[in-house]
């Protein structure tokens, strides 16, 4: 490795993509070919090692893989005592110096815990850089899966969470020309009411894409039955506001 | 080449990425090394020949690159006649039978020129197959150049275009908690008016990210000095809105 500013071994932000392996970045690959430690944190279901199977292949045969532990609560204090933790553990390493990754799924920018990370490492140490490495998101990955476009032209594209329920999509379905809500998991029936009230949404609905088990549903009434999985998202499109995209 | 479905060649929408070759997906870089003919089709200056910049370094040395003429009108007939004979070139290959890719900056999905060629292409060969490769959009590798996360948390993220001037960042201004404006270029001053009036938006401007003479600018007042370039971009952010993010 060669120490970066300040003496710190190179810090990445790498985005690890939706699930395959195939879509992660080049450049993503070539970071975790070039690191000394890849950090692996997820709150949620298998997130942690599925990031990891990703990272796998890519990784330099010397690379050390180190789980981050992220608790499932909603304790405000619990939360960022475990951050800063993870955060005093990574910038161990970077001053040895090593260079080191923290891999998330999807794309380090979009409600990822990168964020989190980051915002306590660059407190603990201000001269610290990291380069962030983009990666595809989930609903890039579902909509390429399905052939649904997710804007066109001059539409717009509304991105919200179904983590705490029908609330995000309540305040959106009307405005969105396109709306794609993630986390659908365990608030299935509570979205699919909200996203049919009030408005001309049609929609499709995808779980686990790029895994085993992967379905693509054309109609919202896919999500009535209950969602078996964290990684479900719904792409839904307002044809009453679909436009002539290329005016 | 191995013929797909109805004895077409295989047919795939590449995203190639924002800029950089080193963002294009692993995917994207194995589907371009053995594809026959490679199509590139932009409406906006030199998107054709960045984005065909951008998969060079992939394409096998037998593989042919092909420009789709793509008419810079308002005339809905024109362009409509003229997708419908780029569409009619793109089937004349995979009818040889030969393998081809059509490439598109940013992800194929996202207000990308892949959605009207291909639903023109289906129509004219209601059996055709294609294979969407996703790629990073302008916006993502933006906010990984500007250290600036797109969403947390339960945060919404809006993205629309500054195209036609304000209008759309006025629909969302006050609902977003965080508003992408794309394609600023031209409506500058408008979209900075907009994005000014009426909430408390702060912002990061970025130009030409990942090309040469990129630029990343803190705060809404880059705007307003009027944007060179079609590759301009605002991620801004409703600091009213922000919550707790982990609850």
Same mark, same amino acid.
């Given at each position: 490795?060669?120490?970066?500013p300040?003496g710190?071994g190179?810090f990445y932000?790498v985005?690890?993509?939706?699930?395959?392996?195939?879509?992660?970045?080049?450049?993503?690959?070539r970071?975790l070919?070039?690191?000394?430690?890849?950090?692996?944190?997820?709150?949620h279901?298998d997130g942690e090692?599925?990031?990891?199977?990703?990272?796998?292949?890519?990784?330099?045969?010397?690379?050390?893989?180190?789980?981050?532990?992220?608790?499932m609560?909603?304790?405000r204090r619990?939360?960022?005592?475990?951050w800063?933790?993870?955060a005093?553990?990574?910038?161990?390493?970077l001053?040895a110096?090593?260079?080191?990754?923290?891999?998330?799924?999807?794309d380090?920018s979009?409600?990822s815990?990168f964020?989190?990370?980051w915002r $306590?490492?660059? !407190? =603990? %140490?201000?001269? #610290?850089e990291a380069?962030? +490495?983009?990666g595809i998101t989930?609903?890039? &990955?579902? /909509?390429?899966q399905?052939g649904?476009?997710?804007?066109?032209?001059?539409?717009?594209l509304?991105?919200?969470?179904g983590?705490?329920?029908?609330?995000?999509?309540? $305040?959106f379905? !009307? =405005? %969105?020309?396109? #709306?794609?809500?993630?986390k +659908?998991?365990r608030r299935?029936e509570?979205? &699919?009411? /909200?996203?049919?009230?009030?408005?001309?949404?049609?929609?499709?609905v995808v779980?686990?894409c790029g895994?085993p088990g992967?379905?693509v549903h054309?109609g919202?009434?896919?999500?009535?039955a209950?969602?078996?999985?964290?990684?479900t998202?719904v792409?839904?499109?307002?044809r009453?506001r679909?436009?002539?995209?290329?005016?």
């Amino acid at each position: 490795m060669s120490p970066g500013p300040a003496g710190y071994g190179r810090f990445y932000g790498v985005g690890v993509g939706p699930g395959d392996p195939e879509l992660i970045t080049v450049r993503a690959a070539r970071v975790l070919g070039r690191v000394d430690v890849v950090f692996s944190a997820c709150a949620h279901g298998d997130g942690e090692s599925l990031a990891r199977r990703i990272a796998e292949p890519y990784l330099a045969p010397s690379a050390r893989v180190v789980p981050l532990h992220f608790p499932m609560t909603r304790n405000r204090r619990e939360v960022e005592a475990a951050w800063d933790e993870n955060a005093r553990r990574v910038l161990g390493v970077l001053e040895a110096p090593a260079d080191a990754a923290f891999i998330t799924l999807g794309d380090p920018s979009t409600f990822s815990t990168f964020t989190y990370l980051w915002r $306590r490492l660059s !407190a =603990l %140490a201000p001269g #610290l850089e990291a380069e962030v +490495v983009p990666g595809i998101t989930s609903y890039q &990955a579902a /909509a390429a899966q399905a052939g649904e476009p997710l804007a066109e032209g001059e539409e717009s594209l509304v991105i919200v969470s179904g983590a705490k329920g029908g609330a995000q999509v309540e $305040r959106f379905r !009307a =405005l %969105a020309d396109n #709306l794609v809500v993630l986390k +659908v998991y365990r608030r299935a029936e509570e979205v &699919a009411r /909200a996203l049919r009230e009030g408005s001309e949404l049609e929609g499709v609905v995808v779980s686990r894409c790029g895994l085993p088990g992967e379905r693509v549903h054309r109609g919202l009434d896919a999500l009535t039955a209950g969602s078996d999985s964290y990684y479900t998202l719904v792409i839904a499109k307002n044809r009453r506001r679909r436009e002539w995209p290329l005016a």
